[in-house]
């Protein structure tokens, strides 16, 4: 930190005064881009791109080229007649904020697709959403400025299929003689048509569009110091079978336009550093790069959103490029994935064995108590972190429980939007919010209550007070769980509700960094069996009241 610190005063904007920092800039953004595979400048020169306030920031310029570069095509569409829409953006519900922030500002619609492929493919707990072509082509019309593909979700960490996505945009040209820039049979200003409105009702031709043309910008904000180190599958290589090649996601792929990555997740830099790297200078416009020369002899350029800033980031992400170099940042992640492998062994493996807890606190079909849904700490299909939920059939076997100690029936009640009418070994259905007239067990200090949506907050049409009172009794969800990690030992272990179409699920997630050792993860594990003991138990204990 000593090195950060000695550097904090110096700017980075000032090229004159300080030019040991702008020739190390310049050598991170060549590193950067040769780690993405940018193709080489014809001139020789150094490679396009930037540094950034964060990846926040990165996005937002990526939009502004991407939009820029949209409104350019239009001014020389061979149509002069033709009213361009409004631009919109196709990119997952996972997207992360900065993308909302970033099209609200510049004017651009969102058009938003489930993730690809979903966490939940293959019909894990009811939820089968993955990559759907049709979904995706029918988002897109002349006025598409751009695909976003997530390299690194936020909520489980999977890498979207950039590779699949690529292809499906690439295969799909305008047939001979229809033309790329259609006349759109409604336009932008029309009365029928409010700016607001999602402009896929406009129908258009898809034999008309040249998808080919359409940019991807892969947002790499956490893969991006993650992928290429652990995933040599995710290298360029002729001769790899087809499922290594599916595993590309940079500008190996032609229609890869922009990437951008953070420094503060995953390229051991403090936070507010963030890059932001294009394809060739054609990909960002000239009228975006301003030129001055006020800050000395020199003439430079600037096209980020702010001016001057610290170059401490700047220096120290130099230093750790030229320290480790490739191999020493493949050891480090290869550490990572290490821990969050146990950390996700240890939690799927969590209530398979546990006795004295009660006839099924296992779950049904002898599973634990939990379902992993990220890549399981592999490091190949996505970052390492383990994000997990309350598995539903371990769930469905303690409301069975409950219902056989408490004498009623409540089997027709239901969990969320589905209804709870399998047996304890089925792990289908969907667990979300919903209304009861019950308060559940509440008190802050114990953690167990929770009015948040999520897994197990059990609703019945029931109205006698005897049996309200039973329905209170069955509440904790990853909500209680959360907070009761965080009164145990200060695990801040965050608990949220995934993006639609799987909005109805409730996840827990670990995200190993370098400070979080196996040491640390065995006390994690440990803290967690413990505080799902403790919610089980009073669970369980209620039974024969």
């Known amino acids: 930190m000593t090195l950060l ?74 149509n002069s007649n033709r009213v361009p829409g409004r631009p919109n953006l196709v990119m997952s519900y996972a997207a992360h904020i900065a993308w909302k922030k970033a099209i609200l500002h510049f004017g651009v619609e969102g058009r938003y697709i489930p993730s690809f492929p979903s966490p939940f493919a293959g019909g894990t707990g009811g939820v089968t959403s993955g990559f759907d072509p049709g979904v995706i082509l029918s988002k897109i019309d002349s006025n598409t400025i751009g695909v976003v ?179 020493g940042y493949r050891e480090v992640m290869l550490g990572l ?43 190949r299909g996505g970052l390492p972190l383990v994000a997990f939920r309350i598995r539903p059939a371990f769930m469905l076997s303690l409301l069975l429980l409950d219902s056989c100690f408490s004498g009623d029936d409540r089997g027709s009640g239901t969990f969320g939007s589905e209804s709870v009418s399998s047996g304890p070994d089925s792990d289908s259905g969907s667990f979300g919010s919903h209304s009861s007239d019950s308060s559940g067990m509440s008190g802050s200090d114990s953690g167990l209550g929770s009015s948040s949506p999520g897994c197990g907050s059990y609703s019945t049409t029931t109205t006698t007070t005897d049996q309200q009172n039973k329905t209170n009794r069955f509440t904790f969800d990853e909500f209680a769980i959360a907070r009761a990690l965080k009164k145990k030992g200060g695990w801040m272990v965050p608990a949220y509700t995934m993006p639609p179409p799987d909005e109805s699920v409730t996840v827990l997630r670990v995200v190993v960094r370098q400070d979080f050792s196996v040491e640390r993860c065995d006390e994690f594990l440990a803290d967690l069996r413990a505080v799902m003991r403790e919610l089980i138990g009073t669970q369980t204990s209620c039974w024969g009241r």
């Not at 020739?23 to 780690?35: K, P, T």
């Not at 490679?47 to 990165?58: D, K, R």
């Not at 030129?291 to 430079?300: D, I």
């Not at 290490?338 to 398979?352: F, I, P």
């Open 5 to 78: 610190t000695s550097t904090l005063n110096k700017n980075l904007a000032n090229h004159d005064s300080y030019p040991a920092t702008t020739d190390m800039h310049r050598r991170c953004v060549n590193m950067i881009a040769s780690l993405f595979h940018a193709p080489p400048p014809p001139s020789g020169g150094d490679a396009t791109g930037t540094s950034t306030a964060g990846s926040s920031e990165a996005i937002f310029l990526a939009v502004l080229a991407l939009k820029t570069r949209w409104m350019a095509k239009q001014q020389q569409a061979a």
């Open 149 to 327: 593909s997530i390299l690194g979700t936020t909520q489980t960490g999977h890498y979207e299929d950039t590779y699949a996505l690529s292809g499906l945009l690439l295969s799909r040209q305008p047939r001979p003689g229809s033309g790329a820039e259609p006349e759109p049979k409604l336009r932008f200003g029309n009365q029928n048509l409010s700016p607001n409105q999602d402009q896929t009702t406009q129908n258009e031709d898809e034999n008309q569009i040249d998808y080919s043309q359409i940019p991807i910008h892969v947002d790499a904000a956490s893969g991006g110091f993650v992928a290429p180190f652990l995933s040599p599958n995710l290298n360029p290589n002729p001769e790899s079978p087809k499922e290594e090649n599916r595993m590309k996601w940079d500008f190996t792929l032609p229609n890869i336009a922009s990437i951008n990555t953070s420094s503060h997740k995953y390229g051991l830099v403090p936070p507010g550093l963030g890059w932001l790297i294009f394809r060739s200078t054609s990909h960002l416009p000239s009228e975006l790069a301003f030129r001055m020369n006020y800050l000395g002899s020199a003439t430079q350029s600037s096209y980020t959103l702010n001016f001057s800033r610290s170059a401490g980031h700047v220096v120290l992400q130099y230093f750790n490029f030229v320290r480790l170099g490739f191999a």
């Open 337 to 379: 994935v290490g821990v969050a492998g146990r950390v996700a062994l240890g939690v799927r493996e969590m209530g398979t064995t546990e006795i004295g807890m009660g006839k099924g606190t296992g779950g049904g079909g002898g599973g634990g108590w939990f379902e992993v849904l990220s890549s399981k700490g592999s490091g």
